[in-house]
């Protein structure tokens, strides 16, 4: 089994949308029995919560399903329980590497760098605008979904 974790700030925008995005996929192309999918924070300030009524919005805009998505925080045992675990910018990723004592390792990446796009996912909490987040952030999971198919040899 490959698990896949995603993480941001809060776990309220843009890593519960990764995770809904993400297992949709997994879903579509009959791989939930290879692939697992889970999100977190790096804060511990939505800890229980459901996501931003923007992040719900678009998801249903795009028929994508919320159920199951609750804010938790990112934890040192997380590292050895995923394989690879993605945040939506540089700062998540610091974070990522500064909880789990993990700096620079493979398995912790920043999602739009699997698209070769060298930017982060912006911060709809911030920003308002979850349509550009939404995009961004398909685009990023659709890639990253390549990439475990490549590296597991997975068809």
Not at 28 to 37: A, C, M, R
Not at 80 to 93: A, L, R, W
Request: net charge neutral; charged share 25%; with cysteine.
């Amino acid at each position: 089994m490959i698990n896949v974790l995603f993480v941001c700030l809060g776990n309220i925008c843009r890593s519960p949308m990764a995770e809904a995005l993400f297992r949709d996929l997994v879903v579509k192309e009959n791989l939930t029995d290879k692939i697992t999918v889970d999100s977190a924070a790096t804060s511990s300030w939505h800890i229980g919560s459901p996501p931003h009524k923007g992040t719900l919005t678009i998801l249903k805009k795009y028929n994508i399903s919320a159920k199951g998505l609750v804010g938790r925080q990112l934890t040192k045992d997380d590292f050895e329980k995923f394989d690879y675990i993605i945040g939506m910018d540089k700062s998540n990723v610091r974070n990522i590497q500064e909880i789990t004592g993990r700096a620079d390792h493979p398995k912790i990446l920043r999602l739009l760098d699997i698209v070769e796009l060298n930017q982060d996912v912006p911060d709809p909490y911030y920003t308002g605008d979850f349509e550009e987040t939404y995009q961004l952030v398909s685009q990023g999971c659709k890639s990253l979904l390549e990439k475990i198919r490549n590296e597991h040899n997975i068809r």
